[in-house]
Each structure stands twice: as structure tokens, then as C-alpha cells.
């Protein structure tokens, strides 16, 4: 069991539809950050959060940290190709800058 | 500007066989990480690093050694590789604040 939890594990959606991706966890975290990570490349951050009830929004990305600082949420609106990636969300519980990640969502936006 | 930069970025081994992973950073960051990425499982802390000459274990330590001898490289080795080591292995730096990681070393041991 993974102290981090992703779902769904996996989304395919044509482009200009929604999508949201959820982390959950039973631990409070003191920031969470999530990453996007391309076939043949490192994981490269898109945001951190670290106040509860927390959003943060990048273009069509909107990042939200949970109030109780457990789960977060990344909403992508009209997705497009170019969104396509593995996406990680990663925690870190005592401000020691060690993160923990999730399983990841494999998101595959189809033209 | 090159980052974290990784190498080999592929190897082969056979079962027993040793290897060193490099690690290079050229950010002037004081924490360095490694982590294996396995399918399904997400990134899993190895060894970990907050400064020059200090070491620390990870989540899945076992059948790893690290060294970081110079603030900018941290050094993975694996002592008698077994296929359970076969991954991406990915090395990372932080300031504090969000992680930057190299492209990976793929290694698969036969």
C-alpha cells in the first residue's frame, strides 16, 4: 500500500474534454507538488502547494491542496495532445525536502 | 546550463555484476536524491543526501551504496546486481523547493 494514492491509474479522453486527477492520502502533508513526466524523460515539477484549501492554477491546469493538507487534485480543462504524460503527485511530510510519490495517472489525450 | 545530468543513460548486467551510477548537478544545490521507478509503483527513494559528505537511507535501501565525496555529484552503486534491480533509476537536486531530475539510467540485469 502506497502512502500515496493516484486514481484513476489511467485516462484516455479525446481533446477539448475535462479531466481530473486525484491524490489521496491518510497522512497530512506539509506541501505537495505535482510533476509531469514524458516516455524517456525525468519528472519535471508544475506546482507546489503547501496551505490547506490551497489553488493554484497553470493555464488550463488547476492544482488544489486538500483542507485538512491529505489530498490534492489536478483539473485540466479542454485537454489537449500536447497534455499527454504521466502525472505524479508527490509529498513531503515534515518539511525534511524528502518526497514521497504517488503510483502516478498515465493520461492520454487522443486528437 | 545542463542540470542533472546522468550517466550511463542505458547498461546491461549480468547477475553478480557491479556498476556505479553518476549523478552530476550544476545548480550549487545542497540535497541530492535517487530513486527507482518501477511500473505502477511511482518513484521509491533509495538514498538520499542533505550535503557534502552525508548520506542517508531511502524507503528501499537495500543492495545500494551511495557516496557524495563533492557537493555536485552523488554516486549509486549497486555492490552484486540482481534482476529485482532491473528499473529506471532517476537522480534528482533540490534547494529546498521542488526537485529537478536527470533523464534516467535504464538498467536491466540478466
Known amino acids: 500500500t502506497q502512502l500515496l494514492e493516484q486514481s484513476p491509474q489511467f485516462l484516455s479522453i479525446q481533446e477539448g474534454e475535462n479531466l481530473t486527477v486525484y491524490c489521496n492520502s491518510s497522512s497530512v502533508f506539509s506541501s505537495l507538488q505535482w510533476y509531469r513526466q514524458e516516455p524517456g524523460e525525468g519528472p519535471v515539477l508544475l506546482v507546489t502547494v503547501v496551505t490547506g484549501g490551497e489553488v493554484k492554477k497553470l493555464k488550463r491546469l488547476t492544482f488544489q491542496f486538500g483542507d485538512a493538507r491529505k489530498d490534492s487534485s489536478l483539473h485540466i480543462t479542454a485537454a489537449q495532445p500536447g497534455d499527454t504524460g504521466l502525472y505524479l503527485c508527490a509529498g513531503d511530510k515534515a518539511a525534511g525536502n524528502k518526497l514521497t510519490f504517488g503510483g502516478g495517472t498515465r493520461v492520454l489525450v487522443k486528437p | 546550463n545542463a542540470g542533472v545530468t546522468q550517466t550511463p543513460k542505458f547498461r546491461v548486467l549480468k547477475t553478480g555484476q557491479s556498476m556505479t551510477l553518476l549523478c552530476a548537478q550544476d545548480m550549487n544545490h545542497e540535497y541530492m536524491y535517487w530513486y527507482r521507478q518501477d511500473p505502477g509503483m511511482g518513484l521509491r527513494l533509495i538514498h538520499y543526501?542533505?550535503?557534502?559528505?552525508?548520506?542517508a537511507k531511502g524507503e528501499v535501501p537495500d543492495g545500494y551504496n551511495v557516496s557524495r565525496l563533492k557537493k555536485q555529484n552523488f554516486l549509486l552503486g549497486l555492490e552484486s546486481a540482481a534482476p529485482s534491480q532491473t528499473s529506471v533509476y532517476f537522480c534528482?537536486?533540490?534547494?529546498?523547493?521542488?526537485?529537478?531530475f536527470g533523464d534516467g539510467t535504464r538498467l536491466s540485469i540478466l
Open positions: 543526501s542533505v550535503g557534502e559528505g552525508t548520506t
Open positions: 534528482a537536486s533540490s534547494h529546498g523547493t521542488g526537485f529537478n
